[in-house]
């Protein structure tokens, strides 16, 4: 099955922690996305990627950072210098990029909290 | 600064009966999305929207993009349980130097009752 996976699906940080949080895809696309959603809001950019070795800063990409070493891989590292982290975290995909108009495929979601 | 309203935020309607959702914008666009997240879960793409005019149809739900007043709307025909759920209007724009902004709606919780 084609999809797009994210895990852990619960992941709690303690004070000065750094984290990571997982995503793949097996959809051979090459577009993915970062974004953040908090209760009652919409979804926020983090970063984004068009292609390989290559990733732009959303607009809240302060306290985060992301790889893009394999096309299928698009992991997010949420810092220490992230104040605010507890949000769900929600990765996407899509062939080309979603400014362009491409549909975007979403991943489950990862529930990020602070201890 | 890039800004999306929807209205209403919530809608309490009842099966069978017809709804528009509204999402305004407040500057040029030609990329607008509406997606469907349902409680506790990701979102789903529904539809995009890519020049002035576009109309867009699946099922019980049409989407459309009025660019000049800035407006898409979506509207529920003949509404079922189903649908209940948060829906959210978005776009992208670009911003220069190979690099997009994204903005979304608060998102408008729609509720079907029998």
């Known amino acids: 099955d084609g999809g797009i996976t994210q895990s852990p699906k619960y992941l709690f940080r303690k004070e000065g922690q750094n984290v990571t949080l997982s995503c793949e895809q097996n959809l051979n696309h090459d577009a993915m996305y970062w974004y953040r959603q908090d209760p009652g809001q919409g979804l926020r950019l983090i970063y984004y990627?068009?292609?390989?070795?290559?990733?732009q800063k959303g607009d809240i990409a302060e306290g985060y950072s992301v790889s893009r070493e394999k096309k299928e891989s698009f992991p997010l590292t949420v810092t220490s210098a992230q104040k605010n982290p507890t949000a769900f975290y929600l990765c996407?995909?899509?062939?080309?990029?979603?400014?362009?108009?491409?549909?975007?495929?979403f991943g489950p979601g990862t529930r990020l909290l602070v201890l | 600064e890039l800004k999306v309203e929807q209205n209403p935020l919530f809608l309490s309607m009842q099966e069978g009966k017809n709804y528009t959702i509204y999402c305004n914008y407040s500057t040029t666009s030609d990329r607008l999305y509406w997606y469907r997240q349902d409680p506790g879960k990701s979102l789903e793409s529904l539809f995009v929207?890519?020049?002035?005019?576009a109309v867009k149809q699946e099922g019980r739900l049409m989407a459309s993009l009025d660019t000049k007043a800035r407006l898409s709307t979506l509207h529920i025909t003949a509404a079922v349980h189903d649908l209940s759920a948060t829906y959210f209007c978005?776009?992208?724009?670009?911003?220069?130097?190979?690099?997009?902004?994204?903005?979304f709606g608060k998102g408008t919780k729609l509720s079907v009752i029998p």
């Open positions: 929207l890519l020049s002035n005019g």
């Open positions: 978005a776009f992208w724009k670009y911003s220069g130097a190979g690099s997009y902004q994204l903005t």
């Open positions: 996407a995909s899509s062939l080309g990029l979603a400014g362009d108009g491409e549909t975007q495929y």
């Open positions: 990627s068009q292609i390989v070795n290559d990733f």
